[in-house]
């Protein structure tokens, strides 16, 4: 490594717009119960759980951004939500005359025509879900809520940097997060050094095993049990009489003693 440019040296060279963590007026999601599937995935029954027919909580969250929005004369706000049936909740809270949702259903004509109006700031609210995380440039965004959980500090960094182009009408970018993202990722409040954590293979099962020709004892991993066989103690898999599983099936990873 020969340079780095950080987040941070950008905004003091003016090539970005300085994020600010904004204070929240309302309660936020309860994600503590949000399951990770076999991928790393938030599954979408829990996400669903946590977030979609939360009526009063939901309502009292959009309020909140449109005070904060009406307190900056904020211009371009973005909403990030967290699956169709929840953006258009959000949407219900809304003023329908400069609002809008776009999602991966919309089609292109629409999208493109609530895009341009956005950008033309004839529509002041715009809500979306997972369309315009990335590769979405509005330089009059100045607001960004997040009404929506992410697995990933990158994905949570690209919704934040769709506030921080550079644009005359703003001097910072408010970030509202209603779902414990930045408590995840930015503890320590620095939005531009995240957190990061890989996402763990579930733990290994071993068990020792004798070899048939030394009489050494080996620690391999257990191979995938669905059936619950038994195995012997040369690491065989065998059946409820104790007679080997035909054919011949090792219980476990080993190569060799």
Not at 23 to 29: D, K, M, Q, S, T
Not at 132 to 139: N, S
Not at 226 to 239: S, V
Request: net charge neutral; proline share 4%; with cysteine.
């Amino acid at each position: 490594l020969l340079y780095r440019v950080g987040g941070d040296y950008l905004v003091n060279r003016g090539y970005l717009t300085k994020p600010v963590i904004g204070e929240i007026h309302a309660p936020r999601y309860d994600t503590s119960n949000l399951e990770l599937n076999s991928t790393g995935q938030f599954t979408q029954q829990s996400i669903d759980e946590a977030f979609v027919g939360k009526g009063t909580v939901t309502s009292t969250i959009v309020a909140d951004v449109v005070s904060q929005a009406n307190q900056r004369q904020a211009e371009s706000v973005m909403f990030f939500a967290s699956c169709v049936d929840h953006a258009n909740e959000i949407m219900e809270s809304l003023p329908a005359y400069n609002s809008a949702v776009v999602t991966g259903d919309t089609p292109k004509a629409e999208r493109k025509r609530v895009i341009k109006d956005f950008k033309a700031k004839k529509i002041r609210f715009l809500v979306n879900v997972s369309v315009l995380t990335t590769g979405f440039d509005c330089t009059s965004v100045s607001i960004v809520a997040i009404l929506r959980a992410t697995e990933s500090a990158s994905l949570l960094s690209q919704i934040i940097g769709r506030a921080l182009r550079l644009d005359e009408c703003k001097q910072d970018a408010l970030i509202l997060d209603y779902a414990g993202n930045i408590e995840r990722f930015f503890p320590d409040g620095d939005l531009f050094n995240p957190q990061i954590q890989a996402y763990k293979d579930k733990p290994k099962i071993k068990d020792d095993f004798v070899c048939p020709v030394c009489n050494s004892v080996n620690k391999f991993t257990l191979r995938e049990n669905p059936a619950k066989l038994q195995y012997n103690a040369e690491g065989y898999f065998i059946t409820l009489d104790g007679e080997l599983c035909e054919p011949k099936t090792p219980a476990h990873y080993g190569r060799r003693c």
